[in-house]
């Protein structure tokens, strides 16, 4: 596979099962010449719709590569009648999909003392990607945030990190009560030297991280998330002001120095 | 099997195959090029994103809304300038060996004149698209397309500047496309290229947006309108507006138009335009057509009411 090339195959249904309310989780497995370990954390793949009277593309970050078998992870919320039909899907049928899309910048966590992933509902699916790769090393440490509304909406974690995942409930029925962006500005007070926080999760909670993280003076990246109708840096539907001029979100991001995004602006 | 001649010339512009990109849904060909399976060598031509004389920030977010088989959106005409499109884009463009053509769009007479002006004798550039569905800031914002005077003032301007053929987009949301049709022609428009979007709004965390609707949705005012442009102007037209099948090209042949453009459907399958080719291709293979008169002979209309 030539680098940056973008492919469009079809992936056929390894496993697709509910993982919390409203959440699924599903396995892919594309065939052909999409090679997954050419993938790497933040970038995600754009799914045909579903519904007939769907026009544009649905993207989704991939959550998990298994290079032994070749195959990928989503996690996604059912939201509305694509991805009601996405539930349905049953394994060995195949979805039209393309990728790997997005910025592929990688991470040398070996230049932090940790890395702190802060992951809001379903914004938690790309940060696992990074977990893993991290952890991959057994001297980088990474910590990861999760923050969900409601105790039925949090996916059980795997990860590979022997740090404790930081769970923060709105409903306050189990852990920190409260938001992760409490529970982050509580623990970043005792923070190391070198840290690189890394959000995912809805614009408001990315935008207090990314807050916590200047007022600590600590690097912060944010994979952001926008409608988009092609996913391939074409239509400009997901252009967005940052300090650095327009950029697009699925073909110059989805990962953006959290400094540079302007948040107000997003819509 | 026999070959099949797909070609078709407009306005001296010489197309493989009549079907192309439309502007706004193909970028300036980067991010195609970067797809496994596109072949742009394969293309009618390549067509560019709307370009202005100066660099363009476009419109805030939100942008792009999803409506029952369409979507409307208000980009507001983001691009880098002519500048840029002419030091940068052109030559990349220019490199596959099909026409390209440069679609571009201003507020002002003058605008259109300077970048005509700019853009003739760009090497690579066989024909400029004038989108005249912007508003016109010297003329209470109205868009130079909705009124047959102004619209073909624009023409003129551009005309004044440039020897290379010049396709009209026109705008759908006015009271009286033949009349604006006629006018441009009269002034030596080469091509009318249609629709554009139509007008529409969608409504966003209590703000209502207003932007251009596109896809399948549009695709039966698309036709009112080029079967009653065909009947009245001898200049070819190209099609488009809800293309995704190839039944749709064949109801746009039967209308009238020579050629036709894939735009929001590259959003849902990004390469449909190649599956279209091949589907085009072989479907004059098996029904034995030589060419493209051949094909219109055989879908021809029947009449109707």
Redesign the interface.
């Known amino acids: 596979m030539e680098e940056n090339k973008v492919i469009v195959l079809p992936a056929e249904i390894i496993k697709n099962e509910q993982v919390a309310k409203n959440t699924w989780q599903m396995t892919l497995y594309p065939r052909f010449d999409f090679d997954v370990t050419n993938t790497s954390p933040g970038q995600f793949v754009c799914l045909e719709p579903l519904a007939s009277d769907s026009v544009m593309a649905r993207p989704f970050s991939i959550s998990m590569i298994s290079t032994s078998k070749s195959t990928f992870k989503i996690i996604y919320r059912v939201v509305g009648k694509n991805t009601l039909l996405m539930s349905k899907l049953k394994n060995g049928q195949t979805i039209k999909l393309w990728g790997p899309l997005g910025n592929s910048e990688i991470i040398d966590s070996r230049l932090y003392d940790e890395v702190w992933l802060i992951g809001g509902g379903i914004g938690i699916a790309p940060l696992l990607f990074f977990e893993k790769v991290i952890s991959e090393y057994q001297e980088h440490i990474a910590r990861v945030f999760y923050g969900v509304k409601d105790v039925l909406e949090m996916i059980p974690l795997k990860v590979y990190t022997p740090e404790e995942v930081q769970i923060a409930t709105e409903d306050g029925l189990i852990n920190f009560h409260g938001l992760i962006t409490d529970l982050f500005a509580q623990k970043i007070i005792s923070k190391p030297a070198k840290l690189l926080v890394i959000t995912c999760g809805p614009n408001r909670m990315m935008q207090k991280v990314s807050e916590i993280c200047q007022q600590y003076n600590t690097e912060c990246l944010a994979i952001l998330e926008q409608v988009m109708a092609c996913g391939i840096g074409v239509c400009l539907g997901c252009s967005i002001k940052t300090t650095k001029g327009m950029k697009r979100v699925c073909h110059d991001g989805p990962i953006f120095k959290a400094e540079e995004v302007i948040w107000n602006e997003l819509g | 099997m026999s070959s099949v001649d797909l070609s078709v010339e407009i306005a001296g512009i010489k197309m493989q195959n009549p079907i192309m990109p439309a502007s706004?849904?193909?970028?300036n060909a980067?991010?195609?090029a970067?797809?496994?399976?596109m072949n742009l060598k394969k293309l009618g031509t390549l067509v560019s994103?709307g370009t202005t004389l100066k660099p363009q920030?476009?419109s805030?977010?939100?942008?792009?809304?999803?409506t029952?088989?369409?979507?409307i959106?208000c980009?507001g005409l983001?691009n880098p300038g002519v500048e840029v499109m002419i030091s940068e884009k052109i030559p990349f463009m220019a490199q596959f060996g099909v026409p390209v053509i440069i679609n571009v769009s201003g507020s002002k007479y003058s605008d259109y004149g300077e970048m005509a002006k700019r853009l003739d004798r760009v090497k690579g550039v066989s024909a400029l698209e004038i989108n005249i569905s912007c508003p016109n800031i010297d003329g209470g914002r109205i868009p130079f397309g909705c009124d047959p005077k102004i619209a073909a003032n624009v023409v003129s301007a551009v005309r004044g500047e440039t020897n290379l053929p010049l396709i009209i987009k026109l705008t759908p949301n006015v009271t009286d496309i033949v009349s604006i049709a006629q006018a441009i022609e009269a002034v030596g428009a080469n091509v009318i290229s249609m629709i554009n979007t139509l007008k529409g709004v969608f409504i966003?965390k209590g703000k209502i947006i207003q932007g251009g609707l596109s896809?399948?949705a549009i695709k039966p005012v698309a036709l009112n309108l080029i079967s009653q442009v065909a009947q009245a102007v001898k200049i070819p037209i190209i099609g488009m507006g809800g293309i995704s099948m190839l039944q749709d090209i064949f109801d746009f042949f039967s209308v009238g138009a020579s050629a036709v453009a894939i735009g929001?459907?590259?959003?849902?399958?990004?390469?449909i335009m190649m599956k279209l080719i091949n589907e085009l291709e072989s479907y004059c293979q098996t029904h034995q057509l030589g060419n493209l008169d051949a094909l219109k002979q055989k879908i021809k209309l029947k009449g109707g009411r």
């Open positions: 706004g849904c193909f970028g980067e991010e195609f970067q797809l496994e399976g994103k920030e476009g805030k977010q939100p942008r792009i809304w999803e029952p088989s369409g979507m959106n980009i983001e966003y896809g399948p929001t459907a590259n959003f849902k399958d990004p390469l």
